[in-house]
Every structure is written in C-alpha cells, then in structure tokens.
C-alpha cells in the first residue's frame, strides 16, 4: 500500500524564501509534496483543482496578507479544514487577536530560522495529520446514513456503514480474529437508539466487556438525538469515547472524529513499536534467526501442537567451522553465519528457525512426512554445498528427528535425539543427513544415492 503523501503549499512573495523552505521542507518532512506560490491567488487557485494537507503562509503577500487567504480558504467548501500556518517575525497583537477569527491554526517565529521551521512543520504534520481511516458507521435511517457517509467520504475517510449493531459486531468480530486483515476499523461510530434487538450501547458493551476492546483499540463515537444529561453519563459508561449530538454539525463531529482518529494511530504505532522490539530482543543479531531464547520460550508448545504434527527436529552444523575461522579469519567467518541464517530463513519460512550455539542452527518444520522431510533436508544439504558465503566453501551435516517416531517427548529430549543423529552424520564423514527412528541413527537414504559425493571444502575465497 502506498504511504499517505503531505501536500504543502507555501506562499511567500520572495522567490528566494520559496526555494529555502521547499527544500527545508522535503528534507524534514518525510513523503512531503511541496507546492510553492507567489501569492494568495495562487494559492487559492491550487485548491480549487486538487487537495493539499497543509498551508504555509507569509503575514504579507504581494496581493493580500495571510489573515485575508485564511479567511478566504474558510469559506471553501474543499479546504475549509486545511490546517494553515501564518510566518511571521513577530506575533503581534493583531495577529493574536485577529487569527482565531480568520481560522490561522497556527504561527511560527521566522526569527528562529529555516531549519527551525522545518522541525517545526514536521511536529505539526505528526500532530494534525490528515483524516485517514477505516469508520464502521452503525445507522439504521437511510437518510442519516447517507448525510454522514458523505461528511466522513469527503474528509478522505473509508466508510463502511451497516444497519443494525448485530451486524457491526460480526464484522469487527471477523476482523479481530483475522491479524493479517487489511480492513481494520480504525473508529466505530454509531448511534445509540438502533432497530433490532441490539442497541449501541449493547453493541459498546460488547465491545469493552465481552471483546475486551480498550478505548485506544476501538475508539468508539457515539451519535444521539438527544442532549439529556443522564443519557450522555449512560453513553460513557457503556465506554464510549466521545459523542455528537444530532442533528449533526458537520465542524463538531470531525473535530471528534479527528481526535479519536490520532488516539487510535498513537496506539497503533506504540503497538507496532512493542511488536518489533519483542522481534528484536528475540532474533539472532548476527544470523537474522530466532535466538535459542525464543526456541526455549516457544519450542515445547510448537512440538506438542495437534494441528502440527507430525513436527521434525532438525540440526544443522557447519563442517569444519573452527578450520575456517582459524584459516580466514572471524570476521570471514562471521559473515558466513549470516548468509547461511538468510538462506535458512528463506528455505524455511513455514518452519521455526533458531540458532542453536555457535555455528550450529536448530529448525523445527510441522506436518511434513518422512519422505517430504528427507527430500527438503537434501535440498538444503546440496544448495549450501554450492552457496558459498563469504566466498567460501562449506558443506553442513544435517541429524534429523520426528514426533512421528517420538511423541510426547520433552523438548530438551526431542531435539537431544536430533543431536544424536547429527553426531551420526558427522562421524560417518559429514556433508551427509541422519534420522534419529525407534531403532536408532539411520541413515538418510539419500546418502545412498549415486550422485552423492562428499566434496572437500577448499576454505578459500
């Protein structure tokens, strides 16, 4: 999905401060589009053809000053939200007083400086970022649902919109349940009196109670027809975040939605933020592979798992490592664990790769049966042997073991079976796989097969 570009447009009579604060601008701004006018008729002429996130404006231009383009961009049926900054050198008492009422959202301190401003723009733009969202819009009247529809549409908002809260509860049931979805709701909004045997404040207690929902997940707005005190307290404890009274202003209810909007993005990148510092406290820096901690913390429940089986152990270890660490070097032989963790985490996205200690990786694989397993694991064996990492030479010897043969075993004793197998393979010559049955180490029957060789690594570049 293409990330959301920041429309700016600057207006300054001088062609030099333009040039200045457009490249400022794109340099602070991340995916920032900079449009540049000359003066106020200009600008207003670039919104009357296409939307734009942001104005910046001079107190003086050529044409008229920035208090009289704020007001005129007030009255647009387009821009009238568009966030406007006035620059100036001095915020002085007209300024101050005359700013609210012609709609200025806010001023900078030219007498800071260039880069200043840009920092400056670049905190604006985080804060008052434009309305982008997913709305689930709970409406049983036709007329007020197509009214509302076209408010949030026209704010650039996606709106789905349903009658009835049975049918908005199916929907972000479905969505919760679904963590790869692409149609997230961003925000509820619904009314509180609804046809059907469920109202919204049933739907909101479902939400909080029975989904266990917080305000910051699933914001919700509430809509009612009525300004009863006692119905606006009902409306918070169903655990609403905020309601509009109808009938609707148009102004109000997107400066709610605006607010409810940032709660949910600022909860959404403080998720984000959460998920990948937990990949990271469990990812091998070195290989990109999952750390034994995370085998450790993880490895029994995936074992044990009814819809895994059968689940095979596979140990891998790089034939002669200590000779190549010793012959080229540890820098040498650093990077060829890391491009063995990549080939391995591309070969096996559907399994759990971890590094087990040193130049050892463990892999656990599910559902795969015997003749699967062999077939992958010689796959891997004959792609290493002519990888080349680092430009070197290497072959790995591969023990493998299965639940199929060994259910309800430990992990420890699990993957200890693995390792004796692996123990097999390297004494019977390396560069060769061995399977840990009920009977013992076996050998793996491709290491029968004609074309099988064992090449002599050279450790050299």
């Not at 008052?128 to 007020?144: K, P, Q, R, Y």
């Given at each position: 999905m293409n990330e959301h570009k920041t429309r700016i447009i600057v207006v300054d009579g001088s062609s030099v401060t333009r040039a200045i604060l457009t490249r400022i601008l794109q340099e602070e701004v991340k995916n920032a589009e900079i449009y540049p006018c000359a003066t106020g008729e200009e600008a207003l002429t670039l919104l009357n053809h296409s939307k734009y996130d942001l104005i910046s404006t001079a107190l003086m231009l050529p044409d008229m000053d920035g208090l009289a383009l704020s007001?005129?961009?007030?009255?647009?049926?387009?821009?009238?939200?568009?966030?406007?900054i006035v620059v100036s050198g001095d915020a002085d008492s007209r300024l101050l007083r005359e700013g609210f009422e012609a709609g200025v959202t806010d001023y900078f301190d030219k007498s800071q400086g260039y880069k200043a401003f840009g920092g400056f723009v670049r905190s604006f733009v985080q804060r008052?970022?434009?309305?982008?969202?997913?709305?689930?819009?709970?409406?049983?009247?036709?007329?007020?649902a197509a009214v509302i529809t076209k408010i949030l549409e026209k704010h650039g908002l996606k709106v789905t919109q349903v009658a009835t809260a049975e049918e908005a509860l199916r929907l972000i049931v479905e969505q919760k349940g679904d963590?790869?979805?692409?149609?997230?709701y961003d925000l509820v909004i619904t009314d509180f009196i609804l046809e059907g045997e469920m109202t919204g404040g049933d739907l909101l207690h479902a939400i909080r109670a029975k989904m266990h929902m917080s305000q910051q997940e699933c914001p919700v707005l509430v809509l009612t027809s009525t300004d009863d005190q006692s119905t606006q307290v009902e409306v918070f404890h169903a655990g609403a975040n905020d309601f509009v009274a109808k009938p609707i202003v148009e102004e109000v209810m997107i400066a709610r939605v605006r607010a409810l909007l940032l709660i949910k993005h600022q909860y959404d990148a403080l998720k984000q933020q959460a998920e990948d510092m937990r990949w990271i406290a469990v990812t091998d820096s070195l290989t990109g592979v999952r750390s034994k901690r995370y085998l450790v913390d993880n490895g029994e429940a995936y074992i044990s798992n009814s819809d895994y089986q059968p689940v095979w152990g596979m140990l891998i270890d790089i034939d002669h490592f200590k000779t190549i660490n010793d012959t080229l070097g540890h820098i040498t032989g650093d990077h060829v664990l890391a491009e063995l963790g990549e080939k391995l985490n591309d070969s096996f996205p559907d399994g759990m790769v971890v590094r087990f200690g040193g130049e050892e990786f463990c892999i656990l694989l599910p559902n795969l049966n015997a003749d699967q397993m062999l077939e992958r694991a010689e796959q891997l064996r004959n792609d290493i042997a002519t990888l080349k990492p680092a430009g070197v030479d290497i072959t790995v010897s591969i023990g493998l073991a299965s639940t199929a043969d060994h259910p309800d075993e430990t992990l420890t004793r699990f993957l200890a079976m693995a390792d004796k197998a692996l123990y097999s393979a390297k004494e019977a010559g390396r560069n060769r796989i061995y399977i840990y049955t009920q009977q013992g180490s076996t050998a793996s029957p491709w290491n029968d097969d004609p074309d099988f060789s064992e090449p002599v690594p050279s450790f050299t570049h």
């Open positions: 007001r005129e961009v007030r009255t647009s049926k387009t821009h009238n939200y568009i966030p406007i008052h970022s434009g309305l982008i969202g997913h709305i689930l819009f709970v409406e049983d009247s036709a007329t007020a963590e790869e979805t692409l149609s997230e």
